[in-house]
T-cell receptor, first 113, second 114 residues
Framework: GNSVTQMEGPVTLSEEAFLTINCTYT??????LFWYVQYPGEGLQLLLK?????DKGSNKGFEATYRKETTSFHLEKGSVQVSDSAVYFC????????????FGKGTKLSVIP | IAGITQAPTSQILAAGRRMTLRCTQD?????MYWYRQDLGLGLRLIHY???????GKGEVPDGYSVSRANTDDFPLTLASAVPSQTSVYFC?????????????FGPGTRLTVL
């Protein structure tokens, strides 16, 4: 079945540092890939997505590129802010009759001033 | 636009009691989902419904039941709560009829079973 593996946290960065959160997937075919963000005390929100190989999703300064050759969808941001402190989840969607998302375990990011 | 609402926001429940978590969406999405979130385990799918009148089991369905009488509502019932069901529960929905795959989440219900 499908699976998503993302780097374990927690990750602590200083403001304006560069962020990378690694995510790799296993799936039959070519799934759509997502990054969701969960701010403290809230539900998950879609951050960005990519639906096919070499697509780049971007939002709020975050980017991730769908790499078929390495089955990866790493999340990056050039300069993090304190307001980016949250838990980030990588997820895949395989379609094919099932509407279910498969989530990674989440990576907690703390950004300190 | 409310999106997805969940009730209650939090609940403390004695073991053995019955509890229904409510979920309502106003986006007319065909598919709905229940997840539980536990530290170190991420989100795990409990049950899902691809359309009104149908439901399916997810990764961790034991001890839970769902119904989907109409498009908007998707309640999750714990027939006899146990402490291992202490968790944060999220309802989600998606419009999958056209192949769209983004899920939208509610704010969650924090449940403690003593």
């Amino acid at each position: 079945g499908n699976s998503v593996t993302q780097m374990e946290g927690p990750v602590t960065l200083s403001e304006e540092a560069f962020l990378t959160i690694n995510c790799t997937y296993t799936a039959t075919g070519y799934p759509s890939l997502f990054w969701y963000v969960q701010y403290p005390g809230e539900g998950l929100q879609l951050l960005l997505k990519a639906t096919k190989a070499d697509d780049k999703g971007s939002n709020k300064g975050f980017e991730a590129t769908y790499r078929k050759e390495t089955t990866s969808f790493h999340l990056e941001k050039g300069s993090v802010q304190v307001s980016d402190s949250a838990v980030y989840f990588c997820a895949s969607y395989s379609g094919a009759g099932s509407y279910q998302l498969t989530f990674g375990k989440g990576t907690k990011l703390s950004v300190i001033p | 636009i409310a999106g997805i609402t969940q009730a209650p926001t939090s609940q403390i429940l004695a073991a053995g009691r019955r509890m229904t978590l409510r979920c309502t969406q106003d986006m007319r999405h065909n598919a709905m989902y229940w997840y539980r979130q536990d530290l170190g385990l991420g989100l795990r799918l409990i049950h899902y419904s691809n359309t009104a009148g149908t439901t399916g089991k997810g990764e961790v369905p034991d001890g839970y039941s769902v119904s989907r009488a109409n498009t908007d509502d998707f309640p999750l019932t714990l027939a006899s709560a146990v402490p291992s069901q202490t968790s944060v529960y999220f309802c989600a929905s998606s419009d999958s009829r056209a192949g769209a795959d983004t899920q939208y989440f509610g704010p969650g219900t924090r449940l403690t079973v003593l």
